[in-house]
Nanobody
Framework: QVQLVESGGGLVQAGGSLRLSCVAS????????MAWYRQAPGKQRALVAA???????NYADSVKGRFTVSRDNAKNTVSLEMNSLKPEDTAVYYC????????????WGQGTQVTVSS
């Protein structure tokens, strides 16, 4: 019914930047919160950044001042601008959205790998 597709992951050196994007498609009536999570090997999946329908944002302490989350409601898209990347940012990054279709549910993308080399 709904599909989320992430893009923009890759390999980057420490100190570099990447921009991730996630596009939702399908039978979408509206989208409430949009968010990015990440999961490193051996670690629990954790929230990186979130943005609600009013544009209010929330960031993990570890990325404050370095990452910026934004949304484009007309394109059903959430983006994550990542600057000053560190090796500890290496993880699979997942997009999540709270979407109203015929019901309200939480949807996940398949993830995109971000690898930061030292």
């Amino acid at each position: 019914q709904v599909q989320l597709v992430e893009s923009g992951g890759g390999l980057v050196q420490a100190g570099g930047s990447l921009r991730l994007s996630c596009v939702a498609s399908g039978s979408i009536f509206s989208i409430n919160a949009m968010a990015w999570y990440r999961q490193a090997p051996g670690k629990q999946r954790a929230l990186v950044a979130a943005i609600d329908s009013g544009g209010r944002t929330n960031y993990a302490d570890s990325v404050k001042g370095r990452f910026t989350v934004s949304r484009d409601n007309a394109k059903n898209t959430v983006s994550l601008e990542m600057n000053s990347l560190k090796p500890e940012d290496t993880a699979v990054y997942y997009c999540n959205m709270e979407i109203v279709t015929t019901y309200k549910g939480s949807w996940w993308g398949q993830g995109t790998q971000v690898t930061v080399s030292s």
